[in-house]
């Protein structure tokens, strides 16, 4: 799951904050009793992989409500109709609260739902299907966390977690070979990732039995030969130019993973929505 922590908790405030502006709702102070209460049920408008519950129940708590049942568990694929989330309060608290756990419940979940059929695609094969940094600034522990609750796996959270030796690091370096001695030498314990682009690059790298070697925008037939050059001495990866249509294809190449920035970048928001009923 996720923990709520200090950078979540700033988010949700920031967030609510927006909300207000320095004001108030105006339309529920002008509508809505300062007592009455009410029963917030979030419901599936479409059928999806349900991400984000943790933080939904934490922007409520932020507004004082506490009475919340979650019927449904993060990671599930879950039927249109379903009701993910019941919480009972303030009515004027529960309104204020709505866009927000929207924002968090229908985004989160929206990543996790692409994430799951990319997951089902490859199913079958031992590649893994994992994401990028290409993430919303400030959302990254939230995407990533979206993503494996989508049933993939998270790549590097930032540039300090590892090395990862692209393009443009060759050409300021000298050279691929020289780059990754450079970072192996002042960094000897972190993991080391390099782009390769060809082939050739491909068996020039392997001298230096990096950890990772990212095989860009190669086609499936330069991917299966590339996993035979490489017989197991280290890991692959394949990125750039993957779709849903193609994905089974790289994947039974033998890769090791397909990184698919997608999964962060252009999903979809699910499909979620509150219906609120007045109590007595």
Known sequence: MIE???HIEELISMAIAEDLAGGVDITSVATIGADQ??????RLREAGVVSGIPIAVAVLNKLG???????????HETEAGSVVLIAR????????????TLNFLTHLSGISTLTRRWVDAVAGTKCQVRDTRKTTPGWRVLEKYAVRMGGGTNHRMSLSDAALIKDNHIVAAGGVLKAFEMVRSQYPGAEIEIEVDTLEQLQEVLAGNPDLIMLDNMSVAQCREA??????????EASGGLS????AAYAET?????AVG??????KSLDIGLDLRMEP
């Open 65 to 75: 409500i506490t009475d919340i049942e979650t019927p449904v568990s993060c990671a």
């Open 254 to 258: 033998g890769v090791d993973y397909i």
């Open 244 to 247: 849903l249509e193609n994905a």
């Open 4 to 6: 709520i922590d200090s």
């Open 227 to 236: 996993v035979g050059i490489v017989a197991g001495r280290t890991k692959l």
């Open 262 to 267: 997608a999964l962060t970048h252009s999903a």
């Open 37 to 42: 209460v009410g029963v917030a049920e979030y």
């Open 89 to 100: 309060g303030n009515v004027r608290a529960l309104l204020l609260a709505e866009r927000t």
